[in-house]
């Protein structure tokens, strides 16, 4: 049982600071597109569509919900990517600049939500 205990908190603290680097990467991505520094943005992408992939390999069968979130996210961050390689390599204003922001907000609140869930397991928010 302790045995148990200790592989869900090694589990959780894990899980944490891969969301937490994914929300850093998605908050790095954002200002990059305001800035339209479509070259540095580039470099994160891969970053992220990694990291938001050990997140699913992590999670436990009861967090399907965002195991789903978390699958449809990774082709999400795979177009964004296609998107600015193009107005990088083209070097023309990526018009979609605030969908894609949109876009990375939402995938950040799901990420927000889940580091929550993950850090508290027990819903008491550590209270």
């Known amino acids: 049982m302790a045995r148990t205990e200790a592989q869900r908190a090694l589990v959780r603290d894990l899980s944490s600071v891969d969301i937490e680097r994914?929300?850093?990467?998605i908050t790095r991505l954002k200002e990059l597109h305001?800035?339209?520094n479509w070259d540095a943005a580039l470099s994160?992408?891969?970053?992220?569509?990694?990291?938001?992939s050990e997140i699913r390999g992590s999670l436990?069968?009861?967090?399907?919900?965002?195991r789903d979130k978390i699958n449809g996210a990774v082709p999400q961050v795979t177009?964004?990517?296609?998107?600015?390689?193009?107005?990088?390599h083209e070097s023309t204003r990526l018009e979609d600049a605030p969908e894609l922001?949109?876009?990375?907000?939402?995938?950040?609140q799901d990420l927000e939500t889940?580091?929550?869930i993950v850090t508290f397991p027990d819903?008491?928010?550590g209270n």
């Open 22 to 25: 994914a929300i850093a990467l």
């Open 34 to 36: 305001r800035q339209g």
């Open 44 to 52: 994160l992408y891969q970053d992220l569509r990694r990291t938001l």
């Open 60 to 66: 436990p069968t009861n967090l399907d919900e965002f």
């Open 79 to 88: 177009t964004m990517e296609d998107q600015v390689s193009r107005a990088e």
């Open 101 to 108: 922001s949109a876009i990375l907000n939402a995938i950040q």
């Open 114 to 116: 889940l580091q929550t």
């Open 123 to 125: 819903g008491n928010g």
